[in-house]
């Protein structure tokens, strides 16, 4: 059984993470922000905000796969965002995410078959209005994505997944009503919204050795939207 260490594991896609690794018998070392979560005797959780100064003492000596899941989704007009929100995205999803991996990267590198995990958004590929403040963010989530899985090379494995709408917490006011989730499945191919537990089965993917010949990808779980124009 392998260690795995997941930033933003206390609800959706982190949280559906968490248990499926849980359930096939690995160690999770979580986190969560805001909302207190308990651990159990396979998940581990430790509060901690990326946007601050933090460490990662809580780290095993050897770790297996990191996933990072914190994200936002700020829709608005290009004009009525304000150079700060950007770069509060940015801190949040790139610069957390570059801070994680550095301080994993001493137990990664003690691991037979070392993989991470980013997300970026079928937005970065597809253009969407008012989808500027995400592009930014996920855009350079797919460029340090593959920055890092040449530098990383053989070793450590670096992939991103890139969902479309999933139904989980931070997607809440675009789904807030029956006509919003209709309309929101319509668009797809697939005619349904993605779940926590689409998205969670891909990343176990990439975190096993079933993928171990896969790296600098960003693998797009989207219903078929970025690719398939009906």
Known sequence: MKNYLIIGASSGI????AEQLAAE????HATYNQKDVDSSPSINFHQLDVTTDFELD????VLDGVIYCPGSINLKPFKRLKAEAFLEDLNLQVVGAIKVIQMAMPALSKSDQASIVLFSSVAVQSGFNFHSQVAVSKGAIEGLTKALAAEFAPSVRVNAIAPSL???PLAAKLLSTDQKREANALRHP????GSADDIAQSA???L???SSWITGQILHVDGGMSSIKM
């Open 58 to 61: 809580f780290l095993p000596e």
């Open 190 to 193: 697939l005619k349904r919204i």
């Open 25 to 28: 018998g690995h160690t999770v």
């Open 208 to 210: 096993s050795e079933k």
């Open 204 to 206: 176990l993917f990439l």
């Open 14 to 17: 982190g949280k559906a993470i």
């Open 166 to 168: 999933t139904d989980t």
